[in-house]
Every structure is written in C-alpha cells, then in structure tokens.
C-alpha cells in the first residue's frame, strides 16, 4: 500500500480566548500512517511546544489515542496537548459537540476530559497520579536561575511530577520571576538528579493563584507559555507549602507566558480534602490554522 503524502493538520491557541496568545499546539488529525520517527521529525519541522497525532484508540472507552512530541522527544502526557486537541476533536465532530465528558487514551494511560459550557467551551483534563520528588538547594537553584536567594520564598524548591518532572521553585514577587532565566548550563543544577526534571517552573503566588514561567532547554523549549502538565503539581506544591487551600472545591488560576507575550490563564480546580478526588486543569481554546503538510517527493 502507498503512504500518502498529504496530512491536514490545525494549529490552536491553547488556554487563551484571544488569538496570537496562550500555547500554540499543532494537531495532526489522522497520524495512522506515520510512525514515530517521522512524527518526530514533524514536531522538530514545526518547533512548537509541542505537536499531536491523533489515532484510534487502543483501550475500550477512549475517543482516541495522542501521541504527543515536543521538537526533541515524545512525552507520555502533556497538558495544552490534552486540552488543545480535545477542543479540535469537539470542533471536528469526532467527539459529538454536545459531550460533557470523554476520556483520551495517552501513554500515560487513559486521562479524563470535562467540558463546560457549549459556545466557548472551558475544557478540563484531570490530572494524572502525581508524585513528590527531591528537594533542592535553594541557593543553588537561585544562581542557576540568576537569582539571589533573598528573591526566593522560604520553601525548599523541590520535583513533583504528574508524568514529567517539574522542579518548583517559589518566589517573592512577579519582579523576580520576570527576571529569573534558565539556559543550558543552568540546567547541570539536575545533574544526577532522579528522575531528571524536564524543567524549572518558577512562579510567585497571589491573590488570584500563581503568576509563573517554565524553562526547559534541554528539550528544545527555552520557555514555555502554559504548561498544563506542571499547573496539577503546581496545586500540590502550593499545598503542601500553604500557598493555596487544599479545601474541596477550591479554584485558581496559573497565568503564565506573559513575560514572553503569550498570556495564558490556567485554571485549577481541587476535588477533594487535598485533591484526593483529583485536580483539574482546564483552558479556553482559540482556533487558528487550517493547514496541509506535503511529504511527498
């Protein structure tokens, strides 16, 4: 059988309502014809945060199975993937648009999706099982950060991960997390460090909940605008730290991006004493590109 060579993909702003802002992601609606390597290649061609192939499902009760890559390697769950393609699944009529809740299949394994609202939909990923990891130096996370240990709060940065580890680190204010950056060497900080961080996320809290950034050069990403697969460990962090409730039902937001001009508004929401029941991580999703990749020779 010939491969084709033509593939239709769309490109979305994700946890933005405004075009041009929030977390490009490029969704590739049929990928079973590519395989992994070319998928690869595709997600470095585009060099976005990351990129998704959709495909059918593997386990009885999913919509679909994603395959997520950023331009370096393939992961096995990322939030604005999640979110983004749950939006083009609804807006493509492969998930019936009146569907409240549908469960995507990724490596991970299968992650529950939530949608409120019909016209401008807020979808929700339920976060994955999420685990504490090391503690870190504060001063050594300060300098490689570019950082003073006085711009950090009184809390020992520290790994939690829900599928990829972030390491946290909390700071005073919004000054200083607009000032903090993260480059490759910076990046020795996780030497020998297991598991290895996929990145730093710095943020300072307020009122409304964290306003954050996410460094992550080792995989190709010298920023992020809104990582949803950090923003569940965030809530845990912030938890465990008394920097937010950890009472049932209790709502936040991660704004995140805005030093790179790409704001982007996470939201948070606790179910259960502590997030026992999970934690959601939801988004707005604003359509962009209708595009076609040609692979053909």
């Known amino acids: 059988m010939t491969r084709r060579s033509t593939y239709h993909y769309e490109v979305v702003d994700v946890f933005t309502d405004r075009p041009l802002e929030g977390n490009p992601l490029a969704v590739f609606l049929d990928g079973s014809e590519l395989d992994g390597s070319t998928m690869q290649s595709i997600a470095q061609e585009l060099n976005l945060s990351?990129?998704?192939?959709v495909l059918p499902a593997t386990q009885a009760g999913c919509a679909a199975r994603l395959r997520i890559f950023t331009p370096r390697q393939e992961l096995a769950f990322a939030g604005h993937p999640t979110v983004g393609t749950s939006f083009v699944l609804l807006k493509r009529g492969i998930v019936p648009s009146e569907t409240e809740r549908f469960v995507l299949e990724e490596n991970i394994g299968p992650v529950p999706i939530r949608v409120a609202g019909q016209m401008k939909p807020l979808i929700w990923l339920t976060t994955p099982p999420i685990q504490i990891g090391q503690k870190f130096d504060r001063g050594k996370c300060a300098n490689a950060l570019g950082l003073g240990a006085e711009d950090l709060l009184d809390c020992e940065p520290q790994t939690v991960s829900a599928g990829n580890p972030f390491l946290f680190v909390a700071l005073k204010n919004k000054e200083a997390v607009d000032r903090a950056w993260l480059d490759l060497s910076g990046a020795t900080l996780f030497k020998g460090a297991e598991p290895h961080p996929n990145g730093v996320f710095v943020f300072a809290h307020r009122p409304e909940g964290a306003y954050s950034r996410m460094f992550a050069p080792e995989h190709g990403i010298a920023e992020d605008p809104a990582t949803g697969s950090a923003t569940g460990p965030l809530a845990v962090y912030m938890m465990g730290?008394?920097?937010?409730?950890?009472?049932?039902?209790?709502?936040f937001i991660s704004e995140q991006g805005t030093k790179m001009g790409?704001?982007?508004?996470?939201?948070?929401?606790?179910?259960?004493?502590?997030?026992?029941?999970?934690?959601?991580?939801?988004?707005?999703v604003t359509p962009l590109v209708d595009a076609e990749m040609h692979l053909g020779r």
Do not use: D, K
Request: hydrophobic share 30%; charged share 20%.
């Open 50 to 53: 990351e990129t998704v192939f």
């Open 241 to 251: 730290n008394h920097l937010v409730s950890g009472l049932s039902g209790t709502r």
């Open 262 to 284: 790409r704001r982007s508004i996470l939201h948070v929401q606790i179910n259960g004493e502590q997030g026992v029941e999970g934690i959601e991580v939801g988004g707005h």
